[in-house]
Protein backbone atom coordinates (compact mmCIF):
# COMPACT_ATOMS: atom_id res chain seq x y z
CA UNK A 1 0.00 0.00 0.00
CA UNK A 2 1.59 3.36 -0.88
CA UNK A 3 -0.13 6.05 0.90
CA UNK A 4 1.00 9.93 0.53
CA UNK A 5 0.25 13.22 2.82
CA UNK A 6 -0.07 16.54 1.86
CA UNK A 7 2.00 15.48 -1.03
CA UNK A 8 4.05 18.87 -3.38
CA UNK A 9 5.69 18.13 -6.21
CA UNK A 10 8.02 20.90 -8.14
CA UNK A 11 10.53 20.95 -10.34
CA UNK A 12 13.15 23.61 -9.97
CA UNK A 13 10.51 26.80 -9.01
CA UNK A 14 7.94 25.64 -11.03
CA UNK A 15 4.78 23.70 -8.83
CA UNK A 16 3.91 20.38 -10.67
CA UNK A 17 1.15 19.20 -7.83
CA UNK A 18 -0.18 19.87 -4.51
CA UNK A 19 -2.55 17.56 -2.87
CA UNK A 20 -3.44 18.02 0.82
CA UNK A 21 -4.37 15.63 2.44
CA UNK A 22 -4.21 11.56 2.15
CA UNK A 23 -5.97 11.91 -1.37
CA UNK A 24 -3.30 9.81 -3.69
CA UNK A 25 -3.39 6.25 -2.32
CA UNK A 26 -3.24 3.27 -3.27
CA UNK A 27 -4.31 -0.04 -2.16
CA UNK A 28 -5.35 -3.67 -2.80
CA UNK A 29 -7.08 -3.91 -6.20
CA UNK A 30 -6.97 -0.26 -7.04
CA UNK A 31 -6.23 -0.30 -10.74
CA UNK A 32 -5.42 3.42 -11.39
CA UNK A 33 -4.90 5.74 -14.40
CA UNK A 34 -2.42 8.47 -14.08
CA UNK A 35 -3.31 10.91 -16.72
CA UNK A 36 -2.75 14.50 -17.81
CA UNK A 37 -0.73 16.37 -20.24
CA UNK A 38 3.15 16.11 -21.13
CA UNK A 39 4.61 18.31 -18.34
CA UNK A 40 1.66 17.34 -15.89
CA UNK A 41 4.06 15.84 -13.66
CA UNK A 42 3.09 12.12 -14.12
CA UNK A 43 6.39 10.83 -14.18
CA UNK A 44 7.97 12.89 -11.54
CA UNK A 45 5.09 12.56 -9.00
CA UNK A 46 5.32 8.00 -9.99
CA UNK A 47 8.97 8.18 -8.78
CA UNK A 48 7.91 10.03 -5.70
CA UNK A 49 5.99 7.63 -5.36
CA UNK A 50 8.30 4.62 -6.11
CA UNK A 51 10.95 5.92 -3.15
CA UNK A 52 13.24 7.17 -6.75
CA UNK A 53 12.29 10.81 -5.58
CA UNK A 54 11.85 13.56 -2.70
CA UNK A 55 8.62 15.20 -2.80
CA UNK A 56 8.94 19.38 -2.21
CA UNK A 57 6.81 18.60 0.76
CA UNK A 58 4.85 15.95 2.55
CA UNK A 59 5.37 12.27 3.03
CA UNK A 60 5.11 9.01 1.26
CA UNK A 61 4.51 5.81 3.50
CA UNK A 62 5.02 2.49 1.39
CA UNK A 63 4.48 -0.98 2.92
CA UNK A 64 4.20 -4.44 1.53
CA UNK A 65 6.21 -5.23 -1.82
CA UNK A 66 7.15 -2.56 -4.88
CA UNK A 67 7.57 -2.94 -8.47
CA UNK A 68 8.49 -0.07 -10.63
CA UNK A 69 9.17 0.26 -14.10
CA UNK A 70 10.61 3.86 -15.35
CA UNK A 71 10.38 5.06 -18.21
CA UNK A 72 13.95 4.95 -19.26
CA UNK A 73 15.34 2.24 -16.79
CA UNK A 74 19.23 2.44 -16.17
CA UNK A 75 20.77 -1.32 -15.49
CA UNK A 76 23.55 -1.50 -13.56
CA UNK A 77 25.71 -4.13 -14.79
CA UNK A 78 25.23 -4.78 -18.47
CA UNK A 79 27.33 -7.79 -18.56
CA UNK A 80 24.62 -10.05 -17.39
CA UNK A 81 22.29 -12.15 -19.44
CA UNK A 82 18.50 -10.99 -20.30
CA UNK A 83 17.84 -14.82 -18.25
CA UNK A 84 19.63 -13.91 -14.79
CA UNK A 85 18.22 -10.34 -14.91
CA UNK A 86 14.52 -11.44 -15.27
CA UNK A 87 15.54 -14.40 -12.16
CA UNK A 88 16.85 -11.48 -9.75
CA UNK A 89 13.67 -10.44 -9.30
CA UNK A 90 13.42 -13.18 -6.84
CA UNK A 91 17.02 -14.08 -5.83
CA UNK A 92 17.04 -17.30 -8.46
CA UNK A 93 20.20 -15.95 -10.56
CA UNK A 94 22.39 -16.04 -8.01
CA UNK A 95 21.06 -19.58 -6.58
CA UNK A 96 21.11 -20.79 -10.01
CA UNK A 97 25.06 -20.03 -10.18
CA UNK A 98 25.96 -21.25 -7.10
CA UNK A 99 24.34 -24.39 -7.73
CA UNK A 100 25.91 -25.03 -10.88
CA UNK A 101 28.92 -24.22 -9.17
CA UNK A 102 28.59 -26.62 -6.41
CA UNK A 103 27.20 -29.60 -9.66
CA UNK A 104 30.87 -28.99 -11.02
CA UNK A 105 32.64 -29.42 -7.81
CA UNK A 106 30.50 -32.40 -7.03
CA UNK A 107 31.71 -33.47 -10.20
CA UNK A 108 35.28 -32.92 -10.00
CA UNK A 109 36.88 -32.76 -6.83
CA UNK A 110 38.60 -36.33 -5.96
CA UNK A 111 38.88 -36.01 -2.31
CA UNK A 112 35.94 -37.91 -0.73
CA UNK A 113 35.45 -34.91 2.00
CA UNK A 114 35.29 -32.10 -0.28
CA UNK A 115 32.44 -33.72 -2.26
CA UNK A 116 30.38 -34.12 0.63
CA UNK A 117 31.00 -30.69 1.34
CA UNK A 118 29.71 -29.64 -2.60
CA UNK A 119 27.00 -32.13 -1.52
CA UNK A 120 26.14 -30.73 1.58
CA UNK A 121 25.98 -27.09 0.18
CA UNK A 122 23.79 -28.24 -3.21
CA UNK A 123 21.50 -29.98 -0.71
CA UNK A 124 20.83 -26.32 1.37
CA UNK A 125 20.87 -24.08 -1.75
CA UNK A 126 18.77 -26.54 -3.62
CA UNK A 127 16.13 -26.18 -0.65
CA UNK A 128 16.51 -22.38 -0.53
CA UNK A 129 15.84 -22.73 -4.54
CA UNK A 130 12.65 -24.50 -3.62
CA UNK A 131 11.20 -22.48 -0.98
CA UNK A 132 11.20 -19.23 -3.96
CA UNK A 133 9.27 -21.86 -6.65
CA UNK A 134 12.40 -23.14 -7.79
CA UNK A 135 11.63 -24.90 -11.58
CA UNK A 136 8.35 -23.71 -11.88
CA UNK A 137 9.42 -20.03 -10.54
CA UNK A 138 11.82 -20.38 -13.45
CA UNK A 139 9.17 -21.73 -16.22
CA UNK A 140 6.89 -18.90 -15.02
CA UNK A 141 9.59 -16.25 -16.06
CA UNK A 142 10.12 -18.13 -19.19
CA UNK A 143 6.87 -17.67 -20.18
CA UNK A 144 6.49 -14.04 -19.19
CA UNK A 145 9.44 -12.72 -21.08
CA UNK A 146 8.02 -15.08 -24.03
CA UNK A 147 4.67 -13.50 -23.65
CA UNK A 148 6.64 -9.74 -23.95
CA UNK A 149 8.47 -10.79 -27.29
CA UNK A 150 11.80 -11.86 -25.69
CA UNK A 151 12.80 -15.32 -27.09
CA UNK A 152 15.35 -17.81 -25.50
CA UNK A 153 17.95 -16.18 -27.84
CA UNK A 154 17.64 -13.02 -26.24
CA UNK A 155 17.38 -14.07 -22.91
CA UNK A 156 21.08 -16.10 -23.44
CA UNK A 157 22.32 -12.63 -24.48
CA UNK A 158 24.26 -10.11 -22.46
CA UNK A 159 21.62 -6.84 -21.99
CA UNK A 160 24.42 -4.65 -23.54
CA UNK A 161 24.05 -6.60 -26.95
CA UNK A 162 20.47 -6.04 -26.73
CA UNK A 163 18.71 -3.15 -28.06
CA UNK A 164 17.16 -0.58 -25.44
CA UNK A 165 13.32 -1.89 -26.62
CA UNK A 166 14.74 -5.39 -25.59
CA UNK A 167 16.51 -4.46 -22.42
CA UNK A 168 13.01 -2.35 -21.17
CA UNK A 169 11.13 -5.20 -21.27
CA UNK A 170 13.47 -7.56 -20.06
CA UNK A 171 13.07 -4.97 -17.03
CA UNK A 172 8.95 -5.08 -16.94
CA UNK A 173 9.68 -9.04 -17.57
CA UNK A 174 11.46 -8.82 -14.13
CA UNK A 175 9.00 -6.77 -12.31
CA UNK A 176 6.35 -8.91 -13.58
CA UNK A 177 7.74 -11.96 -12.77
CA UNK A 178 8.23 -10.43 -9.29
CA UNK A 179 4.61 -9.92 -8.56
CA UNK A 180 3.40 -13.52 -10.09
CA UNK A 181 3.18 -15.83 -7.84
CA UNK A 182 2.03 -18.49 -10.90
CA UNK A 183 -1.33 -17.89 -11.03
CA UNK A 184 -1.02 -15.00 -13.66
CA UNK A 185 -0.20 -12.34 -11.47
CA UNK A 186 -2.52 -12.58 -8.52
CA UNK A 187 -0.31 -10.91 -5.62
CA UNK A 188 -0.45 -8.31 -3.34
CA UNK A 189 2.58 -6.06 -5.19
CA UNK A 190 1.84 -2.87 -5.52
CA UNK A 191 3.09 -2.17 -9.46
CA UNK A 192 4.35 1.33 -10.85
CA UNK A 193 4.33 1.31 -14.57
CA UNK A 194 5.58 4.42 -16.97
CA UNK A 195 4.31 3.73 -20.38
CA UNK A 196 4.51 -0.26 -20.25
CA UNK A 197 3.50 -0.57 -23.65
CA UNK A 198 6.31 1.21 -25.29
CA UNK A 199 8.20 -1.21 -27.51
CA UNK A 200 5.71 -4.28 -27.40
CA UNK A 201 3.89 -5.90 -29.73
CA UNK A 202 0.22 -6.32 -30.77
CA UNK A 203 0.01 -9.43 -28.71
CA UNK A 204 2.76 -8.84 -25.91
CA UNK A 205 -0.02 -5.85 -25.09
CA UNK A 206 -2.76 -7.79 -24.95
CA UNK A 207 -0.86 -10.68 -22.74
CA UNK A 208 -0.43 -7.13 -21.07
CA UNK A 209 -3.62 -6.23 -20.52
CA UNK A 210 -5.00 -9.43 -19.45
CA UNK A 211 -1.83 -9.68 -16.73
CA UNK A 212 -2.96 -6.71 -14.89
CA UNK A 213 -6.82 -7.07 -15.06
CA UNK A 214 -5.63 -10.18 -13.44
CA UNK A 215 -3.68 -8.43 -10.30
CA UNK A 216 -4.66 -8.35 -6.86
CA UNK A 217 -2.15 -5.96 -5.77
CA UNK A 218 -2.47 -2.12 -6.34
CA UNK A 219 -1.62 -0.37 -9.70
CA UNK A 220 -0.82 2.89 -10.87
CA UNK A 221 0.06 3.08 -14.62
CA UNK A 222 0.96 6.47 -17.05
CA UNK A 223 0.18 5.64 -20.26
CA UNK A 224 -0.99 7.06 -23.60
CA UNK A 225 -2.31 3.65 -24.79
CA UNK A 226 -6.00 4.51 -24.30
CA UNK A 227 -7.51 1.13 -24.98
CA UNK A 228 -4.83 -0.34 -22.33
CA UNK A 229 -6.48 2.32 -19.46
CA UNK A 230 -10.46 1.96 -20.79
CA UNK A 231 -9.57 -2.26 -20.35
CA UNK A 232 -7.71 -1.87 -17.08
CA UNK A 233 -8.23 1.17 -14.43
CA UNK A 234 -10.91 1.73 -12.25
CA UNK A 235 -10.19 4.26 -11.10
CA UNK A 236 -8.23 8.08 -12.16
CA UNK A 237 -5.71 10.52 -11.12
CA UNK A 238 -5.69 13.58 -13.76
CA UNK A 239 -2.59 15.72 -12.84
CA UNK A 240 -4.26 19.37 -13.93
CA UNK A 241 -1.35 20.94 -15.61
CA UNK A 242 -3.03 24.58 -15.64
CA UNK A 243 -4.18 24.72 -11.91
CA UNK A 244 -1.31 22.38 -10.74
CA UNK A 245 -3.72 19.54 -8.49
CA UNK A 246 -4.89 16.28 -8.81
CA UNK A 247 -8.40 14.98 -9.15
CA UNK A 248 -9.62 12.00 -8.02
CA UNK A 249 -12.15 9.91 -9.99
CA UNK A 250 -13.18 6.96 -8.65
CA UNK A 251 -14.49 5.10 -11.88
CA UNK A 252 -13.91 3.48 -15.08
CA UNK A 253 -11.84 5.62 -18.01
CA UNK A 254 -14.50 5.51 -19.80
CA UNK A 255 -16.87 7.00 -16.87
CA UNK A 256 -14.06 9.17 -16.15
CA UNK A 257 -13.66 10.77 -19.58
CA UNK A 258 -17.88 11.37 -20.03
CA UNK A 259 -18.00 12.91 -16.16
CA UNK A 260 -15.26 14.97 -17.68
CA UNK A 261 -16.82 16.08 -20.65
CA UNK A 262 -20.32 17.02 -18.66
CA UNK A 263 -18.28 18.61 -15.64
CA UNK A 264 -16.62 20.90 -18.74
CA UNK A 265 -20.49 21.66 -20.35
CA UNK A 266 -21.20 22.44 -16.80
CA UNK A 267 -18.32 25.02 -16.36
CA UNK A 268 -18.88 26.88 -19.93
CA UNK A 269 -23.04 26.91 -19.05
CA UNK A 270 -22.40 28.35 -15.54
CA UNK A 271 -19.55 31.13 -16.91
CA UNK A 272 -21.87 32.01 -19.65
CA UNK A 273 -24.73 32.67 -17.53
CA UNK A 274 -22.10 34.53 -15.18
CA UNK A 275 -20.85 36.77 -17.33
CA UNK A 276 -23.79 37.99 -19.26
CA UNK A 277 -25.48 38.70 -15.44
CA UNK A 278 -22.37 40.68 -15.16
CA UNK A 279 -21.96 42.21 -18.02
CA UNK A 280 -25.77 43.74 -17.46
CA UNK A 281 -24.28 44.72 -14.19
CA UNK A 282 -21.12 46.64 -15.16
CA UNK A 283 -23.20 48.26 -18.50
CA UNK A 284 -25.99 49.66 -15.30
CA UNK A 285 -22.96 50.62 -13.51
CA UNK A 286 -21.39 52.81 -16.22
CA UNK A 287 -24.60 54.52 -16.48
CA UNK A 288 -24.97 55.29 -12.39
CA UNK A 289 -21.24 56.40 -12.28
CA UNK A 290 -21.98 59.38 -14.51
CA UNK A 291 -23.70 60.61 -11.26
CA UNK A 292 -21.79 61.53 -8.34
CA UNK A 293 -24.88 60.84 -6.18
CA UNK A 294 -24.85 56.96 -7.69
CA UNK A 295 -21.08 56.38 -7.60
CA UNK A 296 -21.22 54.25 -4.53
CA UNK A 297 -24.34 52.31 -5.81
CA UNK A 298 -22.04 51.89 -9.41
CA UNK A 299 -18.81 50.55 -7.48
CA UNK A 300 -20.55 48.02 -5.20
CA UNK A 301 -22.54 46.66 -8.57
CA UNK A 302 -18.76 46.38 -10.09
CA UNK A 303 -17.52 44.52 -7.26
CA UNK A 304 -20.60 42.55 -7.20
CA UNK A 305 -20.46 41.53 -11.26
CA UNK A 306 -16.69 40.59 -9.91
CA UNK A 307 -17.67 38.30 -7.42
CA UNK A 308 -19.93 36.84 -9.13
CA UNK A 309 -17.25 35.95 -12.01
CA UNK A 310 -14.73 34.77 -9.42
CA UNK A 311 -17.51 32.25 -7.91
CA UNK A 312 -17.45 30.27 -10.83
CA UNK A 313 -15.26 27.77 -11.82
CA UNK A 314 -12.90 28.60 -14.76
CA UNK A 315 -13.17 27.23 -18.17
CA UNK A 316 -10.12 24.74 -18.88
CA UNK A 317 -7.26 27.10 -20.69
CA UNK A 318 -6.28 25.52 -24.10
CA UNK A 319 -3.80 23.30 -23.41
CA UNK A 320 -0.40 24.69 -24.94
CA UNK A 321 0.82 22.89 -27.94
CA UNK A 322 4.85 22.70 -28.98
CA UNK A 323 4.97 24.01 -32.65
CA UNK A 324 6.66 21.33 -34.14
CA UNK A 325 8.62 21.94 -37.26
CA UNK A 326 11.51 20.35 -38.72
CA UNK A 327 13.99 21.98 -39.94
CA UNK A 328 14.59 23.68 -43.37
CA UNK A 329 17.14 21.03 -45.22
CA UNK A 330 20.51 22.49 -45.69
CA UNK A 331 21.77 21.98 -49.53
CA UNK A 332 23.20 18.76 -50.62
CA UNK A 333 23.82 16.21 -53.24
CA UNK A 334 21.59 13.87 -54.60
CA UNK A 335 22.48 10.74 -52.71
CA UNK A 336 23.98 12.65 -49.19
CA UNK A 337 24.13 9.53 -47.26
CA UNK A 338 25.56 6.05 -48.54
CA UNK A 339 26.19 2.67 -46.33
CA UNK A 340 28.17 -0.80 -47.66
CA UNK A 341 28.22 -3.74 -46.40
CA UNK A 342 27.14 -2.81 -43.01
CA UNK A 343 27.89 -5.16 -40.62
CA UNK A 344 27.52 -5.42 -36.85
CA UNK A 345 28.22 -8.42 -34.05
CA UNK A 346 28.98 -8.03 -30.39
CA UNK A 347 31.34 -10.89 -29.96
CA UNK A 348 30.69 -14.05 -31.44
CA UNK A 349 26.45 -12.80 -31.72
CA UNK A 350 25.98 -11.61 -35.49
CA UNK A 351 23.19 -8.57 -35.33
CA UNK A 352 22.86 -8.23 -39.35
CA UNK A 353 25.67 -7.85 -42.27
CA UNK A 354 25.91 -7.06 -45.34
CA UNK A 355 23.70 -4.48 -45.55
CA UNK A 356 23.09 -2.07 -48.32
CA UNK A 357 21.35 0.92 -48.74
CA UNK A 358 21.35 4.25 -50.62
CA UNK A 359 19.49 7.66 -48.80
CA UNK A 360 19.08 10.05 -51.82
CA UNK A 361 17.73 13.99 -50.76
CA UNK A 362 14.36 13.86 -49.97
CA UNK A 363 13.98 10.31 -49.47
CA UNK A 364 12.08 8.76 -47.08
CA UNK A 365 12.26 5.06 -45.91
CA UNK A 366 10.82 2.88 -42.88
CA UNK A 367 13.32 0.35 -41.56
CA UNK A 368 11.54 -2.62 -40.57
CA UNK A 369 11.92 -5.97 -38.79
CA UNK A 370 11.09 -8.05 -35.56
CA UNK A 371 12.44 -6.89 -32.12
CA UNK A 372 15.95 -7.61 -31.54
CA UNK A 373 17.00 -7.32 -35.79
CA UNK A 374 18.65 -4.00 -35.83
CA UNK A 375 16.51 -1.42 -36.63
CA UNK A 376 18.22 0.89 -33.17
CA UNK A 377 21.55 -0.52 -33.87
CA UNK A 378 21.64 0.56 -37.90
CA UNK A 379 20.64 3.95 -36.86
CA UNK A 380 22.76 4.66 -34.24
CA UNK A 381 25.72 3.97 -36.90
CA UNK A 382 24.01 5.73 -39.50
CA UNK A 383 24.65 8.65 -36.74
CA UNK A 384 27.92 7.91 -35.98
CA UNK A 385 26.57 6.92 -32.44
CA UNK A 386 28.49 2.93 -32.94
CA UNK A 387 31.37 1.65 -34.40
CA UNK A 388 31.16 -0.51 -36.98
CA UNK A 389 31.85 -4.13 -37.01
CA UNK A 390 32.60 -3.87 -40.95
CA UNK A 391 31.25 -2.38 -44.35
CA UNK A 392 31.68 1.67 -44.77
CA UNK A 393 29.19 4.52 -44.67
CA UNK A 394 30.17 7.15 -47.00
CA UNK A 395 28.70 10.91 -46.60
CA UNK A 396 27.83 12.47 -49.59
CA UNK A 397 27.92 16.60 -50.57
CA UNK A 398 27.10 18.23 -47.99
CA UNK A 399 25.27 15.83 -45.23
CA UNK A 400 24.07 16.87 -41.79
CA UNK A 401 22.62 14.28 -39.98
CA UNK A 402 20.41 14.79 -37.23
CA UNK A 403 19.25 11.94 -34.67
CA UNK A 404 16.77 11.70 -32.67
CA UNK A 405 17.59 8.38 -29.92
CA UNK A 406 14.31 6.43 -28.65
CA UNK A 407 16.16 6.10 -25.38
CA UNK A 408 16.59 10.05 -25.58
CA UNK A 409 21.06 9.30 -25.82
CA UNK A 410 21.35 12.63 -27.84
CA UNK A 411 20.76 14.61 -24.06
CA UNK A 412 23.29 15.05 -21.49
CA UNK A 413 20.66 14.04 -18.09
CA UNK A 414 22.85 16.16 -16.07
CA UNK A 415 23.25 19.72 -18.20
CA UNK A 416 20.16 22.02 -18.09
CA UNK A 417 17.46 22.64 -20.75
CA UNK A 418 19.26 25.52 -21.90
CA UNK A 419 22.71 23.43 -21.61
CA UNK A 420 21.33 20.97 -24.25
CA UNK A 421 20.31 23.49 -26.72
CA UNK A 422 22.78 25.22 -26.71
CA UNK A 423 25.31 22.09 -26.87
CA UNK A 424 22.95 20.87 -30.56
CA UNK A 425 23.20 24.30 -31.73
CA UNK A 426 26.49 25.89 -30.69
CA UNK A 427 25.98 28.89 -33.40
CA UNK A 428 22.79 29.94 -33.00
CA UNK A 429 22.03 33.24 -31.42
CA UNK A 430 20.64 33.28 -27.87
CA UNK A 431 17.47 34.94 -28.73
CA UNK A 432 16.67 32.12 -31.37
CA UNK A 433 17.02 29.50 -29.26
CA UNK A 434 14.97 30.99 -26.71
CA UNK A 435 12.12 31.39 -28.90
CA UNK A 436 12.95 27.94 -30.28
CA UNK A 437 12.37 26.56 -26.76
CA UNK A 438 9.54 28.46 -26.38
CA UNK A 439 7.67 26.84 -29.53
CA UNK A 440 8.98 24.04 -27.57
CA UNK A 441 6.66 24.98 -24.55
CA UNK A 442 10.39 25.20 -21.78
CA UNK A 443 10.85 29.10 -21.08
CA UNK A 444 11.59 31.25 -17.82
CA UNK A 445 12.61 28.64 -14.88
CA UNK A 446 12.53 25.31 -17.16
CA UNK A 447 15.65 26.14 -19.01
CA UNK A 448 17.79 25.48 -15.69
CA UNK A 449 15.97 22.29 -15.10
CA UNK A 450 18.38 19.31 -16.02
CA UNK A 451 17.06 17.44 -18.32
CA UNK A 452 16.94 13.98 -16.42
CA UNK A 453 14.23 15.23 -14.14
CA UNK A 454 12.36 15.60 -17.41
CA UNK A 455 9.28 13.53 -18.35
CA UNK A 456 9.52 11.32 -21.29
CA UNK A 457 7.32 13.73 -23.32
CA UNK A 458 9.40 16.24 -23.02
CA UNK A 459 12.86 14.68 -23.29
CA UNK A 460 11.18 13.89 -26.41
CA UNK A 461 9.98 17.90 -27.15
CA UNK A 462 13.71 18.77 -25.78
CA UNK A 463 15.48 16.44 -28.47
CA UNK A 464 12.76 17.60 -31.41
CA UNK A 465 14.06 20.81 -30.48
CA UNK A 466 18.13 19.85 -31.09
CA UNK A 467 16.50 18.76 -34.11
CA UNK A 468 15.11 21.66 -35.46
CA UNK A 469 17.95 24.26 -34.78
CA UNK A 470 20.31 21.59 -37.04
CA UNK A 471 19.73 22.33 -40.63
CA UNK A 472 19.89 18.70 -41.00
CA UNK A 473 18.81 17.59 -44.43
CA UNK A 474 19.00 13.73 -43.21
CA UNK A 475 16.70 12.92 -40.17
CA UNK A 476 17.13 9.41 -38.30
CA UNK A 477 14.24 9.19 -36.15
CA UNK A 478 13.93 6.43 -33.65
CA UNK A 479 10.53 6.19 -32.59
CA UNK A 480 10.09 9.40 -32.65
CA UNK A 481 5.96 9.45 -31.15
CA UNK A 482 6.99 7.84 -27.86
CA UNK A 483 5.72 8.96 -24.42
CA UNK A 484 3.86 11.88 -26.71
CA UNK A 485 -0.08 12.62 -25.58
CA UNK A 486 -2.46 12.68 -28.66
CA UNK A 487 -2.09 16.28 -29.10
CA UNK A 488 1.92 16.67 -29.17
CA UNK A 489 1.67 13.22 -31.36
CA UNK A 490 -0.19 15.10 -34.11
CA UNK A 491 2.16 17.81 -33.96
CA UNK A 492 5.40 15.35 -35.12
CA UNK A 493 3.22 14.04 -37.76
CA UNK A 494 2.48 16.96 -39.30
CA UNK A 495 5.70 18.02 -39.22
CA UNK A 496 6.84 14.72 -40.77
CA UNK A 497 4.61 15.11 -43.54
CA UNK A 498 6.21 18.97 -44.48
CA UNK A 499 9.51 17.78 -43.93
CA UNK A 500 11.20 18.35 -47.41
CA UNK A 501 14.99 16.37 -46.44
CA UNK A 502 15.28 12.31 -46.38
CA UNK A 503 13.98 10.45 -43.30
CA UNK A 504 15.08 7.35 -42.24
CA UNK A 505 12.17 6.17 -39.57
CA UNK A 506 12.02 3.14 -37.02
CA UNK A 507 8.53 3.38 -35.68
CA UNK A 508 5.92 1.29 -34.11
CA UNK A 509 3.68 3.52 -34.60
CA UNK A 510 1.44 3.32 -37.80
CA UNK A 511 0.35 6.44 -37.65
CA UNK A 512 3.77 7.85 -37.49
CA UNK A 513 4.13 5.53 -41.37
CA UNK A 514 1.45 6.90 -43.01
CA UNK A 515 2.56 10.54 -42.13
CA UNK A 516 6.19 9.97 -43.59
CA UNK A 517 4.46 8.70 -46.71
CA UNK A 518 7.59 6.49 -47.33
CA UNK A 519 9.13 5.26 -50.97
CA UNK A 520 10.88 2.55 -49.49
CA UNK A 521 11.25 -0.37 -46.77
CA UNK A 522 14.38 -1.86 -45.77
CA UNK A 523 13.81 -5.21 -43.91
CA UNK A 524 16.37 -6.38 -41.16
CA UNK A 525 17.95 -8.35 -40.89
CA UNK A 526 18.69 -9.37 -44.30
CA UNK A 527 18.95 -5.43 -45.36
CA UNK A 528 16.35 -6.90 -48.21
CA UNK A 529 14.62 -3.30 -49.95
CA UNK A 530 11.37 -3.22 -51.15
CA UNK A 531 8.86 -0.24 -52.52
CA UNK A 532 5.97 0.51 -49.71
CA UNK A 533 2.93 -0.81 -49.74
CA UNK A 534 0.06 -0.47 -47.23
CA UNK A 535 0.46 -4.43 -46.29
CA UNK A 536 3.73 -3.07 -44.33
CA UNK A 537 1.41 -1.41 -41.83
CA UNK A 538 0.49 -4.20 -40.22
CA UNK A 539 3.41 -5.74 -40.14
CA UNK A 540 4.70 -2.68 -38.20
CA UNK A 541 2.50 -3.00 -35.48
CA UNK A 542 3.94 -6.86 -35.43
CA UNK A 543 7.35 -5.73 -35.30
Not at 52 to 67: F, H, M, T
Not at 397 to 422: C, M, P, S
Not at 461 to 484: H, I, M, Y
Request: with cysteine.
Amino acid sequence: MITATDLEVRAGVRTLLTAPGSALRVQSGDRIGLVGRNGAGKTTTLRILAGEGEPYAGKVIRSGDLGYLPQDPKEGNLDVLGRDRVLSARGLDTLLRDMEKQQALMAEVADESARDRAIRKYGQLEDRFSALGGYVAESEAARICSSLGLPDRVMSQQLRTLSGGQRRRIELARILFAASDGSGGKSDTVLLLDEPTNHLDADSITWLRGFLQNHDGGLIVISHDVDLLADVVNKVWFLDAVRGEADIYNMTWQKYLDARATDEQRRRRERANAEKKAGALKVQAAKMGAKATKAVAAQNMLKRAERMLSEVDEIRVSDRVAKIRFPEPAACGKTPLMAKNLTKMYGSLEIFAGVDLAIDRGSRVVVLGLNGAGKTTLLRLLAGAEQLTAGAIEPGHGLKVGYFAQEHDTLDDHATVWENIRYAAPDAGEQNLRSLLGAFMFSGPQLDQPAGTLSGGEKTRLALAGLVSSAANVLLLDEPTNNLDPISREQVLDALRSYAGAVVLVTHDPGAAEALNPERVIMLPDGTEDHWSQDYLELIQLA
